[in-house]
């Protein structure tokens, strides 16, 4: 019985994480300008990944394991922020464009 | 085969499936992606898809050990996300030079020149000059 709760449990944590992947693919294809792609990306493909790593930890049923598992969810969830928001940062210095359904460029009154 | 071994092994090849599919579609982006900024973070993106197909064979086999790879392939690409950003501080030009389209000149069949030589051809020695430098 308990087995199959934990692979019931693991099931939907890997489903989960794989749908956060494919909803990051398609944000990423349909969203209009650098700025919107970038917020699908390192949001909802980061718990993707996440989640699919959590589904390791739990299948192994291993405390240590599923601490390395944890470790690496808090790697990337740390992380993505970072390397999003300096490309986000590096993009709009240099000049790239917002799409023109945007209505407010709040970095341009901060870096001005 | 027990019960949960076969919900756990369907969930796995469903989800190889819908992996395979964001990951198809994040290569299109990279292929597609107007400016270098795009392409940066689609490539971002794809390596994030490969830190889930890696925990997904990781279950599949048991090997524990795929968690380290896929950690350490997390700070390869944050790193490499890193890079490309002070690249794109420093040698990107704000998307305005027109980029070559890749897509566009996979997908479309090359003109046929010698037709297209012929239109063109008005008067002189141009075309000749123009095969003799083409052969």
């Not at chain 1, 934990?6 to 209009?32: E, K, M, Q, S």
């Not at chain 1, 970072?82 to 023109?100: D, E, F, N, P």
């Not at chain 2, 968690?67 to 040698?91: E, K, N, P, Q, Y």
């Not at chain 2, 030079?97 to 010698?114: E, H, M, V, Y």
Request: positive net charge; hydrophobic residues 55%; aromatic residues 8%.
């Amino acid at each position: 019985m308990m087995d199959i709760l934990v692979a019931v449990l693991t099931a939907c944590l890997i489903l989960a994480g794989a749908g956060f992947a494919l909803v990051a693919a398609i944000g990423l294809n349909r969203l209009p300008d650098i700025y919107t792609r970038m917020h699908a990306a390192s949001k909802a493909g980061t718990v993707g990944s996440g989640l699919l790593l959590l589904a390791v930890g739990l299948h192994a049923g291993d405390l240590s394991i599923f601490a390395r598992a944890i470790a690496g969810f808090f790697f990337f969830v740390l992380t993505a922020p970072i390397s999003a928001h300096l490309l986000a940062m590096a993009a709009h210095k240099v000049g790239y464009r917002l799409s023109s359904h945007s209505t407010r460029d709040e970095l341009k009154d901060y870096e001005s | 085969m027990t019960a949960a071994d076969v919900i756990l092994s369907s969930a796995i090849w469903l989800a190889f499936v819908i992996l395979g599919i964001a990951f198809l579609m994040t290569v299109w982006r990279v292929i597609k992606g107007p400016t270098l900024a795009d392409r940066v973070v689609a490539l971002d993106m794809l390596t994030g898809i490969v830190i889930g197909f890696i925990a997904l064979i990781a279950i599949r086999t048991g090997f524990t050990l795929y968690i380290d790879i896929a950690i350490s392939l997390g700070l390869v690409g944050f790193l490499a996300t890193v890079a490309f950003a002070r690249f794109i501080l420093s040698d990107g030009d704000g998307g305005k030079a027109p980029k070559p389209d890749i897509a566009r000149a996979l997908l479309t069949p090359p003109p046929g020149p010698r037709r297209k030589q012929a239109g063109r051809r008005s008067a002189g020695s141009r075309p000749a000059v123009r095969r003799k430098a083409g052969k």
